[in-house]
């Protein structure tokens, strides 16, 4: 659950950001800068979600627990 989280960061942060310049190509009038300013939001709460995953792990595993 650690390695998904983080890779959802990754997809959405520079330098990586294949997302990011994904949609640059699609809305090319769209100004890179905006589109950064547009993802804080939800980068700080991936950031919160690593953050309790890390502090408390039996919420990651709980669900997939069930299934077994």
Do not use: C, H
Request: hydrophobic share 60%; proline share 9%.
């Amino acid at each position: 659950m650690l390695l998904v989280v983080n890779l959802e960061i990754a997809v959405i942060t520079p330098p990586v950001g294949l997302n990011l310049y994904t949609m640059k190509s699609v809305v090319p009038e769209l100004d890179l800068a905006d589109i950064f300013r547009g993802i804080a939001p939800y980068v700080a709460i991936e950031m919160l979600l690593l953050a309790i995953m890390i502090a408390f792990p039996q919420l990651a595993t709980w669900l997939p627990g069930l299934l077994s």
